[in-house]
C-alpha cells in the first residue's frame, strides 16, 4: 500500500535544519521523477524540489540556496536537505512522483506518501 514512505520531520528553531528522505520501491524509483512538496494550513501545496533519474534538479524559487535535494539509486531514496528554515517553511511535506507522461502538477502525481509535519518556531 505504501508505495512512498517519508521521514526526518519534526520541530526546530528558525535558523536550524532538517533532513527529509522519500524511500519508494525499485519499479517506481527507476522510473519515475522524484519530488517534494509541502503544504501549510490554508495554503494551497505547492512544489518544492524535483529530481529526474538521470540527476537534473529543479528548486522553488523559496528553496534555492536553503534546500538541497539529492536522489540515491542504490537506497531507492529521495533527501531533502534543509538549511536556514524560517517559520513560513511550516508545513506538511509529501513526497511524490510524477507519471512520466505528464508535467509536475497536482493532477499528475503517480504516488503520494503520507506526509511529514515541518514546524519552525520564530
Known amino acids: 500500500q505504501e508505495q512512498l514512505v517519508e521521514s526526518g520531520g519534526g520541530a526546530v528553531q528558525a535558523g536550524g535544519s532538517l533532513r527529509l528522505s522519500c524511500s519508494a520501491s525499485?519499479?517506481?524509483?527507476?522510473?519515475?521523477?522524484m519530488g517534494w512538496y509541502r503544504q501549510a494550513p490554508g495554503k494551497q501545496r505547492e512544489l518544492v524540489a524535483t529530481?529526474?533519474?538521470?540527476?537534473?534538479?529543479n528548486y522553488a524559487e523559496f528553496a534555492k540556496g536553503r534546500f538541497t535535494i539529492s536522489r540515491d539509486n542504490a537506497k531507492f531514496t529521495v533527501t531533502l536537505q534543509m538549511n536556514s528554515l524560517k517559520p513560513e517553511d511550516t508545513a506538511v511535506y509529501y513526497c511524490?512522483?510524477?507519471?512520466?507522461?505528464?508535467?509536475?502538477?497536482?493532477?499528475?502525481?503517480?504516488?503520494w506518501g503520507q506526509g511529514t509535519q515541518v514546524t519552525v518556531s520564530s
Open positions: 511524490a512522483t510524477v507519471r512520466p507522461d505528464r508535467p509536475w502538477s497536482l493532477t499528475s502525481i503517480a504516488y
Open positions: 529530481v529526474t533519474r538521470g540527476g537534473t534538479i
Open positions: 525499485e519499479s517506481i524509483f527507476s522510473i519515475n521523477p
